[in-house]
């Protein structure tokens, strides 16, 4: 089974700076996709941005940037001029490929990202 | 848009009650989820359902049962509810075509027994 992992429970970072956010997943299928997910105080679950494995280029969405390391199975997002809006939950998630039925999303524990301005 | 509709935002219940909690999305989505959320433990799945009368236990199926007897409503049920089942519970859809697509959830419902 497909696990997921962010080891850092909380993270804080100044408005404007840059801050990395680390998830690592264990797999041993090639073919798959990853997420990372945004969760405001409002509960509202947001989809930050997205990779299909296949693709070697890092995706890319304004400010928010991925590192993608495939053979180091490793998926670290990258907040760029952070925001006060920033300060949310962030959740990292595997959906595989290929799975019978729905494909289900595997997340990471969550990495609460506090902005201090 | 999409829109994933939880029928309640706060639940308290009694140990022992039976529980219900209701799920409704609008955009004829084939598969269905209920997450449980936890602080530490993340989101974890506790059913899903891929078409109508269709369920498949998740990882944390225990003291929980589904229903889908429409193919816009999911609906969670705790049988006889118990302290342990406090927790935010977060439901999603999707369309079931796959590929780089994520879920739409709904903004959850935070569940106290008491």
């Known amino acids: 089974a497909q696990t997921v992992t962010q080891s850092q429970p909380e993270m804080s970072v100044q408005e404007a700076e840059t801050v990395t956010l680390s998830c690592t997943y264990d797999t041993s299928e090639s073919d798959y996709y990853l997420f990372w997910y945004k969760q405001p105080p409002s509960r509202q679950m947001i989809l930050v941005i997205r990779?299909?494995?296949?693709?070697?280029q890092n995706a890319t969405e304004n400010r928010f940037s991925v590192n993608f390391q495939k053979a180091a199975k490793s998926f670290s997002l990258k907040i760029s001029d952070s925001q006060l809006g920033d300060a949310a939950m962030y959740f990292c998630?595997?959906?595989?490929?290929?799975?019978?039925?729905?494909?289900?999303?595997?997340f990471g524990q969550g990495t609460r990202l506090t902005i201090n301005p | 848009d999409v829109k994933v509709t939880q029928s309640s935002r706060y639940l308290v219940k009694r140990t022992g009650e039976k529980v219900f909690l209701e799920c409704v999305q609008d955009m004829d989505h084939e598969n269905m989820f209920w997450y449980r959320q936890d602080p530490g433990l993340g989101l974890r799945l506790i059913y899903f359902s891929y078409d109508v009368k269709m369920k498949e236990k998740g990882d944390i199926p225990e003291g929980y049962s589904v229903s889908r007897e429409k193919k816009e409503r999911f609906s969670l049920i705790l049988e006889s509810a118990s302290t342990n089942q406090t927790s935010m519970y977060l439901c999603a859809s999707d369309s079931g075509a796959g590929g780089p697509w994520g879920y739409t959830f709904g903004s959850g419902t935070r569940l106290t027994v008491v």
């Open positions: 990779q299909e494995a296949y693709k070697q």
């Open positions: 998630a595997y959906r595989s490929e290929f799975n019978q039925g729905a494909q289900k999303l595997v």
